[in-house]
Nanobody, 119 residues
Framework: QVQLVESGGGLVQAGGSLRLSCVAS????????MNWYRQAPGKQRELIAG???????NYADSVKGRFTISRDNAKNTVYLQMNSLNPEDTAVYYC?????????????WGQGTQVTVSS
């Protein structure tokens, strides 16, 4: 089992920045992929950024160039630096981790943190 606790959400004006953090605890030694998703009101949850254990990253087009995902393996923490925020970024942001063991893939979710961007 893995537990995830997110922090760093809040209210920010358009053009501002926020940094989200997600700390993992429990059986973290098998974590391979760490991701950030978001879900805006009335929309499906979408993957916006991911980072592999080796450090390679991927981003959704909607956040590319504005958001940066990073991880500190020693602290079992993944971060999402969000710059140039706009009202369309308003959503609940969720941390997600993937654990791969032979023949099985498990994923775990945080409780979510609200990000609200005012115009």
């Amino acid at each position: 089992q893995v537990q995830l606790v997110e922090s760093g959400g809040g209210l920010v004006q358009a053009g501002g920045s926020l940094r989200l953090s997600c700390v993992a605890s429990g059986n973290t030694f098998r974590i391979s992929m760490m991701n950030w998703y978001r879900q805006a009101p009335g929309k499906q949850r979408e993957l916006i950024a991911g980072i592999r254990s080796g450090g390679s990253t991927n981003y959704a087009d909607s956040v590319k160039g504005r958001f940066t995902i990073s991880r500190d393996n020693a602290k079992n923490t993944v971060y999402l630096q969000m710059n140039s925020l706009n009202p369309e970024d308003t959503a609940v942001y969720y941390c997600n981790v993937l654990i791969a063991v032979p023949g099985q893939l498990y994923d775990y979710w945080g409780q979510g943190t609200q990000v609200t961007v005012s115009s």
